[in-house]
């Protein structure tokens, strides 16, 4: 009996072991991550109680010192660019190895590996779009026609492998055990493949959307609804530019026709309202030091660990500072002894969609230019985790990848899609940031900039010796007027871009007579420019609160621009809300609520600090107002693009009575007073709800930015209800899920000066202290001290490192 009973306890023993390894559904093994040796106990630690004294790097050709400063900001002193860059590629693996294979994982379209089926058609679309197709073309690319950029990104990938081949399963970060994997080898493709993920986060199309809206309205609203330039251009570049170039002619070809249908097809996801950016320079003769500042604060996704890992990278030839992405060398925002530069995405239609017409089922040819082409294929093997793996054929033409077909996200097997996007072209983006790294003067700025292809970016500069410049950079096609804004005819050759604009010819200034450079996402050049240029999400409020504060100011010092980043003044708000009061006032109020609201209202005063209620009434005001008015478009299936808040507002200010107001299936004829009143009834009982339940209705509370672990359902590591301010097309463009990645603003003075920030931390384990203690003082729109530190400052230090080969 005494055996029969130890029999029965080792056999539950076993099988409780078993269970314990197992990973069940999406469940990880539970007895590893409990393991208190290995499991995730080991991932509660600090860095800098961690801390090594010597660490043994191979390929090194001499020592290199890092030191940390009391934030956990490396700062890393190297003899030459080869040690620099492999110890770059080591320390930020120590840090950040999750999130940079985690995301170029996302980017070839692989999380299926680690997440299983769930993710099936998100990586096929990204398949499909051909980022990885893409990041190969770079990598070839570069190995061959820049062979010194190639050796660097080795070096890089280099000391990423050997910090993984040293790392122990204990220190192994705590994502890879939740979800079950282990983390594989990075290579210079990867470095590539990160640069495209870039690129298609931020670039976007709406040319189906397009196609739909200008049948459903017809012609003429579409133009009206949707001019080329706004009344209030305010551009990037200076109206006042002269440009002093002979330009490419690209005529408009006759009988030009698109197609007659509507489209029922689901479009490639587009940036998220808010993705966007400011930067700006202004001389010394604006500013209180004679010296010039330059600003930059990149709007993307708020995000832990952050999209940027802060760094300090110096050889005896140069020191650079400022926000790298982990994955890739090099500052890619920031400064050195000598220049500053920054970026905000430039929105320009890059992406091209063709009709394709294959010869049958087989799709091995299509009808381009009254003949039949071979069609290339490219089997994309995508490993699903606990199924088998699943093998998407995709079909190339010479526009490029054919994205929807009968296989995938098609309503009809007759009608295929095909991109064309210059992300896929052979370029070395990498080179630019390197570059920058080392530049001394506007003239190494503009030849950095010539290595630039993809996604479209405002790069704004400046220099110790006075100059400011911004010029608006990447690969633009030659079009003919109008040419990508709908789908196009791909058997039809006059269809084809025409070449590419000359680098030289790609909209910039150097030293305007106004005394600043910026940009904030809207239009790069009014219409004196002589190529075709379209996006259909230009920005129209914050470059208009920009340009005019910076035209106002004069004695400008760091803590100005400081302000001018964090300012909260709803421009939208100011030139809307007086339109729609006016329209009020012939309305009888009899809900105490409502009056209230209304008082509120009138004597807002525009501003979007956190604690005030007025920015949550008039946002919930507006969005009932916008859906009244346009939602009636809005078809289930059927992609169409509304217009945006500046014609909106334009339409209720100057045609209050228009048809297109109207909703045709309502037996009301609506016109602007009846779409206030209506929609200002929903507010109304929107917020008396919201207060019930939520205590409050202030705009902190009402907004509730949030700063998302990279894995969504990861909450705990995840950051609720940040208390802050600003909002979507606010300078301070704070939303609920976007808003100031970076800030940076430096003075290059004899001395630089120089202050940053990011909402997040250094460190990429949720365990560290470092994680996320820079959040607080970000939405308080406070900064770091970011000067350059010399190799032997002792100020603040955490603590020291040295590589040994």
Known sequence: MRYLGFLVSLFVSILLGAILNMQIGSV?????????????????????????????????????????????????????????????????AQHRLWQMEFQTMAAAGRISEIVGPVALELDRMTRRKGLAYSAEQAEKFIQKEHPDTYRLMEAYADGVNQYIAQLSKARTPLEYKILNYEPEQWSVYKSALLLKYMADMLVGDRDLDYTNTRKLIGQEWFA????????????????????????????????????????????????????????????????????????????????????????????????AKGATLPGALGIISGFNQNIAWGVTNATRDLRDWYLIQFKDAS?????????????????????????????????????????????????????????????????????????????????????????????????????????????????????????????????????????????????STLNPERG???????????QSYPYYIFDNSFEHYRNRRLNAKLYEMSGITLDDMKSLQFDNFHLHAAEALPIMLGLMDSVSISNPNAEKFLAKLRSWNYNTFPNQEEPTLFHSWWKHLYDG????????????????????????????????????????????????????????????????????????????????HLVPTFKSFSYDKVYTGGGAGILNATS?????????????????????????GQSGNPGSKFYDNFIKRWANGEYLNFDLRKADDLEGVLFETEFRN
């Not at 002193?77 to 080869?82: I, P």
């Not at 390197?434 to 993809?454: I, Q, R, V």
């Open 736 to 760: 609920e899920r976007n808003g100031a990645s970076w800030r940076m603003v430096v003075e290059l003075g004899d001395e630089v000066m120089a202050f940053g920030i990011y909402p997040g």
């Open 363 to 507: 799709r091995k040819e299509y009808f381009y230019n009254n003949q039949w082409i071979p069609t290339t294929f490219r089997v994309e093997e995508i490993k699903v985790k606990g199924q088998e793996i699943y093998y998407d054929t995709v079909a190339y033409t010479h526009h490029g990848p054919v994205v929807f077909d009968k296989s995938f996200r098609s309503n009809r097997q007759d009608v295929n899609f095909s991109l064309k996007w210059t992300a896929h072209m052979e370029s070395n983006e990498q080179q630019t940031f390197l570059s920058l790294n080392k530049g001394k003067n506007h003239a190494d700025y503009l030849e950095a900039l010539d290595f630039y292809t993809s996604p479209a970016q405002n790069f704004v500069f400046a220099s110790r010796g006075g100059d400011i410049a911004m010029k608006v950079q990447g690969r633009f096609p030659l079009k003919w007027k109008g040419q990508g804004k709908f789908l196009m005819d791909g058997s039809d050759p006059r269809y084809e871009w025409s070449g590419f604009i000359p680098f030289e010819q790609n909209p």
């Open 28 to 92: 990880p093994p539970i007895g590893k991550l409990l393991d208190p040796n290995h499991g995730f106990w080991q991932n509660c630690y600090s860095e800098d109680r961690l801390a090594q004294e010597f660490v043994s790097l191979q390929g090194l050709s001499a020592p290199v010192k890092v030191v940390y400063d009391e934030h956990l900001v490396p700062h890393i002193f190297a003899q030459n660019e080869s040690d620099l860059y492999r110890t770059q590629g080591y320390v930020t």
């Open 629 to 708: 008015i346009w939602g009636k478009w809005r078809k289930e299936k059927l992609p169409v693009v509304l217009p945006n808040k500046y014609e909106t507002t334009r339409l209720l200010r100057d045609e209050p009575f228009s048809t297109v107001l109207d909703d045709p299936k309502t037996e009301t004829i609506e016109t602007a007073q009846i779409l206030v009143e209506d929609s200002f009834g929903k507010m109304v009982a929107e917020i008396e709800k919201w207060d019930a339940e939520n205590g409050d209705y202030t705009w902190a509370n009402y907004k509730g930015t949030s700063i998302n």
């Open 516 to 526: 600043f450079v910026s940009s904030a996402n809207q239009h790069s050049v009014d």
């Open 224 to 319: 009206k609804l949707f001019p080329e330039f706004p009344a209030e251009n305010d551009p990037v570049i200076e109206k006042e530019r002269v440009w002093d170039f002979q330009a490419i002619q690209v005529p408009l070809p006759e009988g030009i026709n698109y197609p007659d249908s509507l489209i029922v097809q689901e479009p490639l996801p587009n940036p998220e309202d808010g993705v966007g950016s400011n930067n700006w320079a202004v001389s010394g003769k604006k500013t209180k030091s004679g010296n010039p500042i330059l600003a930059n604060d990149p709007h993307l996704s708020l995000n832990l660990p952050s999209l940027w890992y802060a760094m300090q990278l110096s050889t005896p030839d140069h020191s």
